[in-house]
């Protein structure tokens, strides 16, 4: 055997591999059991069009998701392909900075087993969202500072920059994570990288990859600050103390790997084969801080935790295995005697029993009432995050991916109610983007038009042509389209799925636009929140 692959199978890395396409294969069986989820119709409808940015995100996903509906279709496996792939390489990335941290094959398999299992990243492989690939790029930058760091070569930072400015176009975000190791470097012997141009240039290919969604946030007068400036005016969020922000990262990773990942944290200030990689976890310190600061959501720092767990990984196989941990410039380091080996069957079983018992609350193994059932039966609930989501039976993760379907079919009854002559004049007005992206996606097939939105990006599109003399509207109120409208003839509400988040929406067709024309409406119909 080659020694190239006598080494993979030395340090385990062929059964993170086997671990990581089991994982895959779990996400494509169980990604098509519920529907499709609110925020993906408004990912598929930004990358119907393509731009270099939108109001809530940066431009890759919904790049991505066009080039992924081209190639493998609409289903909800097509649409779910790109989260499968990616949470799935999540365990191969984690694993191999374990390895590079100075794991042997129990630490690899450890951190592998511990991604596979955390909720978090089971939710990420089972919805299309900005979530999906984040972790995957934080620890794509995770991995090149501990190559810049264990083999000396201020190079590999460029790699850093160029990870980086490709985070930035996916979500914003790592920009904080950037931030982290910046102050993490300036805090440890590793500050004299700074005097190297390398660092620099990194940092200079992050804003080239950038810029050309900073120069549209510009020419748009920056639409997610006025985003998130709006949505902390409004108080939509969940503010959590402190001691609850920790707790809930501690249930979104599995509280079983709360020691790994903890310990991942402490080691690098208190073991000497770690300690090269202090910056890690003075990063994963500055970005919880600023995250809890900012009242960001609890899932906001969960892209950090790999890291921390590839590093526990490796600490806690050096303290079974007696010996201590490699440094960087050693190839190797014998183990002490009595190895308490008795622990890793131990540890590997409790960590796939919690997380087989806690699946169900991210992936939907169980039908929605089998659901509901399992979620009686747990001690602890899941973390509500938005006041809005609190009167939904299921999880919003859940919950939002029902009800779309009837509130189409309520509005193709209200434009088959329109008479021929009607219809090519008359727009379909949706209160938000969940609403619009339904009846853009589901409503080709019911033969309704694209709709129209003032919600986030859908309010940059405009009236598309439309003159508002004649609108079906969904979601607003009889009083207030009577303020704008000569005639509002009530055609009927959604039919209620006991499931959903957005339920019941009333549709009314209006006529007679008392505002002149849609045009001169346009601007007071922004709803950026």
């Known amino acids: 055997m080659p020694a190239e692959e006598r080494s993979l199978f030395r340090d385990g890395m062929l059964i993170v591999i086997a671990i990581a396409l089991g994982k895959f294969i779990f996400h494509c069986y169980f990604n098509n059991q519920y529907g499709y989820f609110r925020d993906e119709f408004d990912y598929m409808a930004c990358g119907n069009h393509l731009a270099w940015g939108y109001v809530d995100q940066p431009p890759l996903i919904p790049f991505l998701i066009h080039i992924c509906r081209a190639v493998l279709g609409d289903s909800l496996r097509s649409i779910r392909f790109i989260p499968a792939l990616a949470s799935s390489l999540l365990v191969v990335q984690t694993a191999v900075l374990a390895r590079e941290l100075g794991g042997r094959r129990f630490a690899v398999v450890l951190s592998a087993i511990a991604v596979l299992i955390a909720p978090q990243y089971l939710s990420n492989g089972s919805l299309l969202g900005t979530n999906c690939l984040e972790p995957n790029l934080w620890m794509g930058c995770a991995y090149f500072a501990v190559?810049?760091?264990?083999?000396?070569?201020?190079?590999?930072?460029?790699?850093?920059?160029?990870?980086?400015?490709?985070?930035?176009?996916?979500?914003?975000s790592i920009a904080l994570f950037g931030l982290g190791m910046v102050v993490g470097l300036l805090l440890t012997p590793q500050r004299r990288v700074f005097l190297n141009p390398w660092i620099w240039l990194g940092g200079f290919?992050?804003?080239l990859i950038f810029l050309p969604n900073l120069l549209w946030n510009i020419h748009n007068q920056w639409?997610?600050?006025?985003?998130?400036?709006?949505?902390?005016?409004?108080?939509?969020?969940?503010?959590?103390?402190?001691?609850?922000?920790?707790?809930?990262?501690?249930?979104?990773?599995?509280?079983?790997?709360?020691?790994?990942w903890i310990?991942?944290?402490?080691?690098?200030?208190?073991?000497?084969?770690?300690?090269?990689?202090?910056?890690?976890?003075?990063?994963?310190?500055?970005?919880?801080?600023?995250?809890?600061?900012?009242?960001?959501?609890?899932?906001?720092?969960?892209?950090?935790?790999?890291m921390l767990l590839a590093a526990g990984a490796v600490a806690i196989e050096a303290t079974i295995e007696r010996r201590p941990i490699a440094?960087?410039?050693?190839?190797?380091?014998?183990?002490?005697?009595?190895?308490?080996?008795?622990?890793?069957?131990?540890?590997?079983?409790?960590?796939?029993?919690?997380?087989?018992?806690?699946?169900?609350?991210t992936v939907p193994i169980l039908s929605p009432s089998e659901f509901l059932v399992y979620l009686k039966y747990l001690p602890l609930k899941p973390p509500v995050m938005e006041h809005g989501h609190e009167r939904a039976p299921l999880p919003q993760w859940y919950a939002d991916q029902f009800g779309w379907e009837e509130i189409v079919a309520e509005t193709a009854t209200a434009y088959n109610r329109l008479s021929p002559a009607e219809r090519p004049g008359c727009g379909i007005f949706a209160q938000d983007y969940g609403q619009a992206g339904a009846i853009d996606f589901l409503g080709p097939r019911y033969g309704l038009p694209p709709s129209l939105s003032g919600h986030q990006t859908y309010w940059l599109w405009g009236p598309r042509?439309?003159?508002g003399n004649c609108l079906v509207v969904l979601g607003d109120s009889r009083e207030r389209l009577e303020e704008l409208f000569e005639h509002?003839?009530?055609v009927g509400t959604s039919a209620d799925n006991p499931y959903a988040l957005e339920k019941e929406i009333a549709v009314y067709i209006c006529r007679g636009a008392k505002f002149g024309t849609l045009e001169n409406i346009w601007p007071q119909l922004k709803k950026w929140r």
């Not at 190559?147 to 914003?172: H, T």
């Open 263 to 306: 310990r991942g944290l402490v080691a690098p200030f208190v073991s000497p084969g770690l300690k090269p990689y202090r910056a890690l976890a003075w990063c994963y310190l500055v970005c919880f801080t600023v995250f809890f600061v900012l009242h960001g959501k609890n899932y906001y720092l969960s892209p950090i935790y790999p």
């Open 488 to 490: 509002v003839e009530y």
């Open 223 to 260: 639409p997610f600050v006025q985003l998130m400036h709006n949505i902390r005016a409004d108080g939509r969020d969940v503010v959590l103390p402190l001691p609850q922000f920790f707790f809930q990262q501690i249930m979104l990773i599995d509280p079983i790997t709360a020691p790994i």
């Open 465 to 467: 042509g439309y003159s």
């Open 327 to 361: 440094h960087p410039e050693t190839e190797s380091v014998r183990s002490g005697p009595n190895r308490l080996v008795w622990l890793k069957p131990i540890i590997v079983i409790l960590l796939l029993a919690s997380g087989a018992h806690l699946a169900p609350l």
């Open 205 to 207: 290919a992050a804003f």
């Open 147 to 172: 190559l810049a760091i264990k083999r000396n070569d201020p190079r590999y930072w460029l790699w850093f920059g160029v990870v980086a400015g490709i985070g930035l176009q996916e979500k914003y």
